[in-house]
């Protein structure tokens, strides 16, 4: 049987995982607590990602080598880069690339040096059964969702993208870092900390990536309102659904 691994950003998402596979058993290796059990009949390791492109590399590399996983899929919560991609949205990467990435005049920007590429792609058919789970779960929001959670944030129509999302070691959260990325990566949808560099692990090891993250602020001025609360009562409640939704179809 196939072992997927589940890569967690917020510690609400992971303890949301951890309470529907009743078998976990936990394995410490370099630090990092890795959850063994089963969901939806499937062999499942769950693990925390940790903050930043390098720890979330290290978390990926061993998932990959100590756990052997046939399939890795990140959750977690990201800020929106393009109009479209409003807070309470979910966006499922079709690709990564790091924003922060800058070997030139040596190589193009946001090029990987040796790699010949900036962008990562996700595995296709991953990315598809994904996006329909997320359609399914926010076609029903107030099944998942609590009526005040729904009417503080705003979460009217929210809606389901599949395209680019862009990684980089710092928290954007100003209205002049945001411009500036849409301006260089004017195709992505939305920016976080951790995709990218786990896209490339699981590019070097030929394993199938992808990621699903919730619009949890518009990565501008106001980024860091009430983000622990969306996380607890939004972002943590639609990851566990599109989860079970993709696993219980799979």
Do not use: N
Not at 122 to 142: E, M, P
Not at 220 to 242: E, G, M, Q
């Amino acid at each position: 049987m196939a072992v997927i691994g589940i890569m967690s950003a917020m510690h609400e998402e992971l303890a949301a995982v951890l309470a529907v596979m009743p078998d976990e058993q936990c394995v410490r290796v370099v630090g990092r607590d890795f959850w063994v059990g089963h969901w939806q009949g499937h062999d499942v390791v769950a693990v925390l990602s940790r903050i930043g492109k390098v720890a979330a590399a290290t978390t990926a590399t061993v998932l990959l080598e100590r756990f052997k996983i046939d399939a890795l899929v990140f959750t977690g919560a990201a800020g929106g880069l393009s109009a479209e991609a409003q807070v309470g949205d979910v966006v499922v990467a079709s690709g990564f690339v790091q924003h922060d990435m800058d070997a030139s005049p040596l190589f193009p920007k946001h090029e990987v040096p040796l790699y010949g590429r900036a962008r990562f792609d996700t595995d296709t058919a991953l990315s598809q059964g994904l996006a329909a789970a997320a359609r399914q779960v926010l076609s029903d929001l107030a099944q998942h969702l609590g009526p005040q959670a729904i009417a503080d944030f705003h979460l009217l129509a929210p809606r389901v993208h599949r395209g680019l999302i862009v990684s980089g070691d710092r928290f954007v959260s100003t209205t002049a870092e945001r411009q500036a990325l849409q301006q260089s990566l004017s195709d992505a949808l939305a920016v976080e900390m951790e995709g990218a560099a786990v896209a490339q692990v699981c590019l070097d090891y030929g394993v199938p990536f992808s990621a699903v993250r919730t619009i949890s602020d518009r990565a501008d001025d106001d980024a860091h309102i009430d983000f622990s609360r969306f996380i607890r009562d939004v972002a943590s409640r639609y990851s566990l659904a599109i989860l079970s939704q993709w696993l219980m179809h799979r």
